[in-house]
Each structure stands twice: as structure tokens, then as C-alpha cells.
């Protein structure tokens, strides 16, 4: 909105800068004048009607240039309102999938719960099999004492009756079988065990794995959820920002309509017939400025295509098709009546506000003026002694000198191509423009503008200081064309 302002402010003024200058008298008419009495008379209506038409000519492209950019900023302010849709469509799509993932995550969990449960159950099952098993060892250990005392008895016997001593060989020897068939079991009892642990352990590393996995998958969750919250919060920002831009465009297009009908109004009162004595002199004026672009050395023709306000969208032009249907009456030509038609005072006028309307997009985005107020020019361009050498060297710019921190604005629209700090230059900023040119200002104490931000003609880019290879505050201003160093001066308004 700052940008379409000044451009409509920058246009009023330059059109009325332009009438004075073309209704201000040259020395030699001026005397002409004071001379001839009425006729000087005649030349000053003369001139009130050019300036008329002029005035009417440039409200009604004004106007149309309004309009344009009302309905810019209407269809900017849509394109706008879609893409938030769009953001709050993905968003909750995003929270969908996020929820259907929490879900499955806990279903997981409890699976994993279970599974733990019931290995720790088998794990206890396990304990008391191996406190049976000792239970049984015990027990086998105490029958095998027995059956001992019980073979001792049966030796000591022996002697007594061959009778005992067979029936204790015999129990002995059942004994010793039963022990033998006791101890294969507990034998095979115990690897069974020791497969059965091997295998339980494998199971407990396999669901501390997964449980380590259910892990990273929570703390994965939970930066999505943090991320997720962050894109809401950004989306609540940036719909709080396309809310504030809709209300202003809608305050710009109430604006816009208000002055479209005043300008209606003033275009509807009837204008005197043109004068072409004062038309001649407007056009040398003209030339005048003409002559002034060229001396600049920039290539004229480069800045003459329209240029848009910062923030602005300048229509395509419309297509040419083809194979579309085409029709309208038949009016035959008349040989001769086209170029009678080229030389009527309203085809010369055409063509000379047509001349006007390419001078102001030219003045429109030349560097033109200082980038500060209230300044010292302190050096030029071109050879000089340099301030720490005293020897001579080439200064590809302007110093101009004001106080610290003073604000730098830019002279021209255009693009921010750098930002920082440039070894001898200090804190610097380089801004391209249209048909080549680039503006530098050097030595700044601080940066308002990164690279890549586009700036339109006033905006500050940083504030004056004496950074890098300098002697004191100052700025150090170049005009850059197509790479290549030119006079600062000739935008100055000094030489």
C-alpha cells in the first residue's frame, strides 16, 4: 500500500512539475511579451489551455492506472484467502494422520505390555521348575544315602545268612536302577529348562528391541506434534497478516473509488480549444528533459517499458489467437484520409503525451536525487589523493558527509542485491534497478534491508556511519551502469 501511494504522489507531483516548467516563459518570449501587450495576453491563454489539456490527459491515465491497481489488489487479496484455505486443508489433514499414528503407537504399546507380562510370568514358571528340580536332586541324594546304609547293613550281614544277603543284593540292585532312571530324568529335566531359558531370552531381547523402537517412535511423535503446533501458530499469524492486508486493500479500493469520482467530475467540464504556439514550447521543454536523460549515459530505451510499483502487478497483454473467431462491419479505407487523419492536432497531441507518459516511467526508476537531506559533498568521482596513501587514486562514487545515524534511503526502486559487510567498504548495501543500473551506499553504521527485499524510491536501507577504510561519517555513494562506474553527480543536480 506505501508503494502504490507514493507512486500515485511521485506521478501527481511530476505532472505538476512538468506543467510549471512548461509554463514558465523563456527570458526572450518573456520580453517578447512585455512588448506586444495583447498578444502576451493571447500566449498566457494559450498556455492555460495547454496546461488544461495536459492536466485532463493525465488525470485520465491516472485514473485508468488506479483502476488497474484496484483490481490488483482485489485479485492479490483472493490469491491470498485461497492459499490460506489450502494451509488450513493440509493442516488438518496433518493432525488426522498424526492422531491415526498416536492410536496405533498405543495399540502397539499394549501389545508390547502384554507380551512382557507374559514373559515375566514364564520367567517365575521357570523358577519354580528349577525349585522342584533341586527338590528332586535332594531327594534322589537322600535316597542314595540310604541306599547305602541299606548296602552296608546288607554287607554286614553277608556273613550271617546268603539268603539276606541275595534279597539285599537284589533290593540294592533295584535301588541303584531307580536311581540310575531318576537321575537320566532329572538329567533330561535340565537341558529341557535350559532350551526353554535360551528361548525366553531370546523373546525378552526381541520385545526390549521393540520397546526401544515404540520409544523412538513416541519422541518422533512428540517433534511432529511441537512442529505441527509450530505451523498452526504460523498459519494463525499469517492469516491474522492476510486479514490486516484485505482490510486495507478494501480501505485502498473505497479510497480509490472516491477519487475515481472526483476525477469524473473534473474530467466531465468542458476545455477551450488548444493553442500550438504554447504546445511548441512545451514540447521544446520537453526536449530539454529529453537531452538531460541522455547526457546521464544510461540507455534511455532500457528504462522506457513500464515499470510496476513495488507491491503492484501490471497485466499481461492479451493474447493474440489464431484460430478464434473474428468479424464487425465492413468500412472500406479511403486512400488519403489515414494520413490526413496522422496529421490532426489530436494525433500530434497523442503522440506528444505519449512522448510525456515515457519521460515519467523513465523518471519513474532513475536514481534520481541524494540518498540523504542536509549533506556535505565532500568528494567526487573520478581521480584524487588518497585520504590514508596521499597518493593519487580513482574514487568510482561520491562521499557525501552528515551527521552519525542519519537514515539512508534509496533513490530509485528497485531490488536489494546486497547486504553485509564488503572489506573496504564497510557495512554496505547494493540495490538494482531498471536498464542496468545498481546504486551502492558504503560506510554504514547499521543495515535496515536484506538481500532480496524489494524497496521502493525513499525506503531507508540503513543508517549513515564510518565503517570500513573511512576518515569519519560520511556515505559513499556509486551509480553502477551495467557494471561499469558513472558520475553520481549527474543525478545529484550538480556537476
Not at 47 to 60: N, V
Not at 83 to 90: G, P, S, V
Not at 195 to 213: I, P, V
Not at 270 to 282: D, I, K, M, N, R
Request: aromatic share 2%.
Amino acid at each position: 500500500m506505501t508503494g502504490l501511494t507514493r507512486t500515485r504522489t511521485t506521478a501527481a507531483g511530476l505532472c505538476a512539475g512538468l506543467m510549471l516548467w512548461a509554463a514558465a516563459p523563456a527570458p526572450a518570449q518573456a520580453q517578447t511579451a512585455a512588448a506586444t501587450g495583447p498578444a502576451a495576453e493571447a500566449g498566457a491563454s494559450d498556455r492555460e489551455t495547454l496546461l488544461r489539456l495536459l492536466a485532463e490527459e493525465m488525470t485520465t491515465r491516472l485514473v485508468n492506472a488506479l483502476s488497474i491497481q484496484a483490481r490488483s489488489h482485489a485479485a492479490e487479496v483472493a490469491t491470498l484467502e485461497f492459499r490460506l484455505r489450502q494451509t488450513e486443508d493440509r493442516l488438518e489433514r496433518a493432525e488426522a494422520d498424526r492422531d491415526r499414528r498416536e492410536q496405533a503407537h498405543r495399540q502397539e504399546l499394549v501389545g508390547m505390555r502384554d507380551l512382557l507380562a507374559r514373559a515375566e510370568a514364564a520367567v517365575g514358571g521357570i523358577g519354580a521348575s528349577q525349585a522342584a528340580m533341586k527338590s528332586a536332586l535332594a531327594q534322589r541324594e537322600e535316597d542314595v544315602g540310604r541306599l547305602k546304609t541299606a548296602l552296608a547293613h546288607a554287607l554286614g550281614a553277608l556273613a550271617e545268612a546268603r539268603d539276606d544277603t541275595r534279597r539285599s543284593q537284589a533290593e540294592t540292585a533295584e535301588a541303584t536302577a531307580a536311581a540310575a532312571a531318576a537321575t537320566a530324568a532329572t538329567t533330561a529335566a535340565t537341558a529341557a529348562t535350559a532350551a526353554e531359558l535360551a528361548a525366553m531370552r531370546g523373546r525378552l531381547d526381541e520385545a526390549a528391541a521393540t520397546l526401544d523402537l515404540t520409544r523412538e517412535e513416541t519422541r518422533k511423535l512428540a517433534a511432529d506434534r511441537d512442529r505441527v503446533a509450530a505451523q498452526r501458530e504460523e498459519m494463525r499469524i499469517a492469516r491474522a497478516q492476510v486479514e490486516i492486508e484485505r482490510d486495507l486493500a478494501a480501505g485502498e479500493r473505497d479510497r480509490l473509488n472516491e477519487r475515481l469520482e472526483l476525477v469524473a467530475a473534473r474530467v466531465g467540464e468542458p476545455a477551450p480549444p488548444a493553442a500550438g504556439g504554447l504546445e511548441s514550447q512545451a514540447m521544446e521543454r520537453l526536449g530539454q528533459i529529453e537531452q538531460f536523460l541522455t547526457s546521464t549515459g544510461i540507455n534511455v530505451g532500457r528504462l522506457s517499458a513500464p515499470v510496476a510499483a513495488k507491491g503492484a502487478v501490471v497485466p499481461p497483454p492479451l493474447p493474440v489467437s489464431r484460430q478464434g473467431g473474428r468479424g464487425g462491419p465492413f468500412v472500406p479505407v479511403v486512400p488519403g484520409r489515414e494520413a490526413a487523419k496522422a496529421d490532426t492536432p489530436d494525433a500530434g497531441m497523442e503522440r506528444q503525451l505519449d512522448r510525456l507518459e515515457r519521460i515519467e516511467r523513465i523518471l519513474r526508476v532513475m536514481p534520481i536525487g541524494a540518498p540523504l537531506q542536509g549533506y556535505s559533498f565532500e568528494s567526487g568521482f573520478g581521480r584524487r589523493s588518497d585520504p590514508f596513501r596521499k597518493r593519487a587514486a580513482m574514487h568510482e562514487g561520491v562521499d557525501l558527509s552528515a551527521p552519525m545515524r542519519t537514515p539512508l534511503r534509496t533513490t530509485a526502486p528497485g531490488t536489494v542485491v546486497f547486504a553485509g559487510t564488503k572489506a573496504a567498504y564497510g557495512k554496505t548495501v547494493d540495490v538494482r534497478h531498471a536498464g542496468g543500473l545498481v546504486t551502492r551506499y558504503a560506510h554504514m553504521a547499521d543495515i535496515k534491508v536484506e538481500e532480496g527485499e524489494a524497496v521502493a524510491r525513499g525506503d531507508v536501507v540503513g543508517l549513515l556511519g564510518s565503517t570500513g577504510r573511512s576518515t569519519g561519517p560520511h556515505v559513499h555513494y556509486e551509480v553502477m551502469i551495467d557494471g561499469k562506474p558513472v558520475d553520481p553527480a549527474r543525478f545529484l543536480g550538480r556537476r
